[in-house]
Structures are given as C-alpha cells and as structure tokens.
C-alpha cells in the first residue's frame, strides 16, 4: 500500500531491489516521513494516557474531567469568595464520585453557616469539581452556594430517599395527588439572603425515573420540586445549570426581592411531564433576566394559588420583571400566567423575548372557581419562530383541586398591553377566548407583524373581548377590537358580536 502512493520512478527502482535492500532504501528516502509518523503516535500515546492519569488526595478521579498536554491543566476559574467564611464539600466528608452519598456533608456544612449568625456576614459552601449525589437538604439563611466549574450536584432517584411535606397552604392538595408531597431536592423556608451561584456547575435532578414512574401512576404523592425556596426574602440564583427536575425546576413560593439570571434549565422536551422551568408562586419584587429554558412544559408559569385555598390565602404575584429570555416549549408555551392565579396577579412585564420551537408562545389560563385577577400585564418585543399560537388567553381551564370550589367564583381579567409582537412560521398569532362570565378587557395591540403558515382563518380569534389595535392589521382581521391607524385615527370600531370564529382544535 506504500508503494502505490509513491511516484512511478520510485516503485520501478524497488521493484528491482532484494527485501532487505528495499526496507533500507525506503527508511532513507522517507526517514523525515518516518519521524512524523512516530512523533504522532508517541503524541497520541501521551494523549491517551492523560485522559485517564488519576491524582491522588481528596479530588481523586480523572484530571477535572479536562484535557491536559505533558501534565498541564487547563486553567480553571478561581472561586470567588462571596463570605466572609468559606467552606469546601470535600472538609465535611464529601466525596465526588457520583456514586457516594453526599447528604450528610451538605447538612454538615449548613450546619457550620447556620452556626456563624447573621452579623457575621455568613458562609460559603463550595462544590467543587464532581459529580455529588445527594438525597434532599435544606439551606440556611446567610449562605451562598457556589458550584465549581465541572461540579454537578446529583439527586438521589429512590423516591424513599426524599421526604413528604404538607400540601402548599394555597393549594390544599399535592399538585398531582391528594394528600402530602415530596420535598425538593435544595430546599429553603423562612429565610433572608441566599444565594445559589456558581461558574456553571449544574443542579440534575435525575428525573427520568420519576418522570416514568408518573406516567405509570406508580406515585403515591406528587413529585418534588429540583429547587424550592419558601417565605424567604433577598434571593439571587445566578450563573448555574438546572435540569431533569423531578416536577417543576426552580419555585419560588412567597417570596420577596428575587433576582433569577443567567441561568440555563433543560429538560426533555417531550417525555418530561410538568418539568416548568420557573414558577414564581405568590412572589413579590422579582427579576428573570438573561435565561435560556428549554423543558417539557412551560419555560415560565407564574401561579398564586389554586380555587377556593388560594382565594384563602390571598397572596398575589405582583411586580414581576421578566426579559431577555430564549425559551421554548413543545407541550404548552414559552410564558404562561396561571390557570393557579387564585390570589391574584399582577404588574408584570415581559419584554425582549425569543419563542422558539413552541407549542404556544404567551399564554394566560384560567377559569371559574379561580377568582382573583389577572391586570396590567406589558409584554414587548416578542419574536415568535415556528410558534404554532402566538398569543392565548383563554378562560376554560377546568382543573379544579376538589369539588367544593366556588362555581361563581369568576376571575376578572383586564389590562393586556402588546407592542411589538413579530416574527416568523406562526399558524394562529392570537387567540383570545373570554365568556360571558370572564371577559377579557382593555386589550392593545401595536406593532405587530408575524409570518404566518396558515392563511384560511382570521389572524385574531377572538371572543367576549374589548380592545384596541393599532395598525397596521387590517381591520377585517380584528373582530371585537377597535382598529386605530398607526397614527391613532379610528379605522373600524369594534363589532356588536360578542363572539367570533371560536376555533379549540388548536
């Protein structure tokens, strides 16, 4: 095979030379390509070799998982001390291995935080690089959570592993089943100043035999959340990976002053049921920024309880700011507000962002026996890209958490602004269904313009509305709304029917 890869002149004269002649003649005329091939094996020796070099102490195991060159490692970012009092997993007995069970180490350590008192400024619990299993454990007031590069934090699968807590006060039953739920996987409860950060490590619930599990109604309870936080204040999760929640990925549940950015949350997008990224449940002054969700139900639910106990409980989600975002959702929408809005909800903006891939791509769900309300919503700049509904509000949500809720317990719904809606591959932009009961007012749109894939059918859909579009639609598109050009002059006012091409099939 050399020699057919040589020039002719070279394969005559060795065609004529003795074996042992030829072998010598070819190591000279060709040593430098010689030498090339050895130094490559040797290089790829060396290679091999590093991708399996173990070091000894506490982090044994492979090299940080990282590609070295003759015993270099790459770089790794320093960790930041963001406490007075650092602590590292490995000082409490923790063991990456990904087999080990951590549990003991991280209530260890939490212990030592909580120990330091609030004027001390607190700890830091580092995690360094690993894979830490761990069932279920709580966090401290004070504390911050730093992930390392390379580090991921493990839940437990087996369900005995994690503790069952009372039903949420403003739900009265587990979401999925009556009775008590699980617990998260980091769990917090009255608590002040917390911070889940790091130089994105990774939170993984493992939730793929739950996932099954529920689909095969093996479960008893209803599942966990991956992250839970509980009457607590001054939050900041920032910088880290979350994914294959259990159930919902990051809830926040009665809290205040939160700020959420630039994390990532993945989960299947099929196969992964109730997997919502974020669900800020009954929260006050809250900040989602700079995020990327893609899960197995919606990227973001905003929720206040259900039916007659969150009407009960009375707890709003208000002052909510949520922006810069790329999200998507192949089983409902991209940001959804309910169908648990009981306590109501409230001043939310949602601005500068990308619905990709997605079933739906803003949604507000509701339906009697909620009562409670949903006003003064802002969403601008959406892009919508093969988005199947833009736009859906609708008031049928017939999820109830037992018979006893309030049938005449209506929602009132008021106050949807809409400008700058666009974007590309959208079958239906909006779809709003109101009713008799729960009509939906006080909607505006401005500057809107979607491609669509699907032309027989009116761009709004629309019933028991009253609202206002601002060109350049055309009037015929808008049943039920006051149509003014871009320049605010009255075109079409809005129809005498109530209702409209109500189409559910979608």
Partial sequence: MVENLLPSRFQFHLQRLE?????????????????????????????????????????????????????????????????????DLRDFGGVGDGFTLNTEAFERA?????????????????????????????????????????????????????????????YGYGRERPGPRYGSLIHGQNLKDIVITGHNGTINGQGQSWWKKHQRRLLNNTRGP??????????????????????????????????????????????????DGIDPDSCEDMVI??????????????????DQFGIAYGRPSTNILIRNLIVRSVISAGVSIGSEMSGGISN??????????????IRIKTAPGRGGYIKNITYKNLTLDNVRVGIVIKTDYNEHADDNYDRKAYPTLSGFSFTGIHGQGVR????????????????????????????????????????????????????????????GRLVKAAAESNVTDIDYDI
């Fill in 348 to 361: 939310v903006t949602i601005e500068n962002l990308l619905i990709w891939n997605s079933r739906r791509g």
């Fill in 289 to 306: 920024e700079d995020c990327y969700i893609s899960t197995g139900d919606d990227a973001i639910a905003i929720k206040s309880g259900w």
């Fill in 226 to 275: 991956l992250v839970q936080i509980m009457w607590s204040s001054d939050i900041v999760i920032a910088n880290i990976t979350m994914r294959d929640s259990p159930f919902w990925t990051l809830h926040p549940y009665d809290c205040k002053n939160v700020t959420i950015k630039n994390i990532t949350i993945l989960a299947p997008v099929t196969g992964a049921p109730n997997t």
């Fill in 110 to 170: 939490v212990v030592s935080i909580s120990k330091l008192g609030s004027n001390s400024g607190g700890g830091q619990l580092n995690v360094p690089p690993g894979r830490w299993l761990t069932a279920p454990f709580n966090l401290t007031s004070h504390m911050t959570l730093f992930l390392a590069e390379d580090s991921e934090i493990l839940g437990v699968e087996d369900e005995k592993y994690w503790p069952l807590m009372p039903p949420l006060p403003s």
């Fill in 19 to 87: 074996p042992r002649r030829r072998l010598t003649s070819l190591l000279a005329s060709h040593k430098t390509t010689l030498f090339t091939f050895l130094w490559i094996a040797a290089f790829g020796s060396v290679f091999l070799w590093q991708r399996t070099a173990y070091v000894g102490g506490s982090g044994a195991g492979p090299v940080g998982g990282r590609f070295t060159i003759f015993g270099k490692i790459k770089p790794i970012q320093p960790l930041p001390r963001l406490r007075p009092v650092v602590f």
């Fill in 428 to 487: 239906v932009p909006v779809r709003i269904h109101g009713s008799e009961q729960i009509p939906v007012r006080n909607v505006t749109f401005r500057d809107m313009s979607v491609g669509l894939t699907y032309k027989k059918k009116h761009i709004f859909q629309c019933s028991f509305v009253k609202g206002r579009v601002y060109g350049p639609i055309s009037p015929r598109a808008c049943e039920n709304f006051d149509v003014y050009d871009e320049e």
